[in-house]
């Protein structure tokens, strides 16, 4: 519902704008736009509307809820998640799909993001699959994620972790050492609302 108004000199815009069920495409994570709507008022700036935006993602084993409002030229955001964080680690997880500790103590991780990205991308050359934006939910590269681990204090050797998302709650988790040693682990994530 959204009407124009004034002059080819002075366009005014009065009413809302809104995207219900958007999903936007980060390089390690999406975020489902639940509601987001642009109010518009002719007293305004026509590229200034106040924004109520609300959008959720899932990343490793976060949900992560994000909320954006102010104006389009200040917009203010507010990010939570399950189990709590701080708002630099959710930040963290929702630009590099890492937690905050592991970007900054090991310089390993960034590169071995920047690989990952790589394969997706090479992946979606050679098996198509298109902009990201219209692949769905359940994509193998979206529900499959490799990591490298912490390092291990006492042996100071590096692990590698790979997980698959079988569904909401089910994720499969494997953990193979440097020395060759592999872990299995199936989790059952259950939230608390």
Known sequence: DLRLTGTGLEPKLDGTATANDLVLSLPFSRLHVRRGTAYFSPDGAVMNPRLDISAVSEVRDYRINVYIYGTAEDPKTTFSSQPPLPQEEIIALLATGAAFE??????????????????????????????????????FLERFDVNLGP?????????????????????????????????????????FR
């Open 102 to 139: 592991e970007l900054t103590g090991n310089a390993n991780v960034v590169a071995g993001r920047a690989g990952w990205l790589l394969l997706q991308k090479l992946y979606r050359k050679v098996f198509g699959g298109g902009d990201p934006g219209e692949r769905g939910e359940n994509d």
């Open 151 to 191: 390092v291990d204090p006492q042996t100071g050797a590096q692990s590698i972790v790979t997980r698959f998302k079988i569904d909401e709650n089910w994720v499969l988790i494997a953990t193979s050492g440097i020395g060759g040693g592999v872990q299995g682990k199936v989790k059952y994530l259950i939230r």
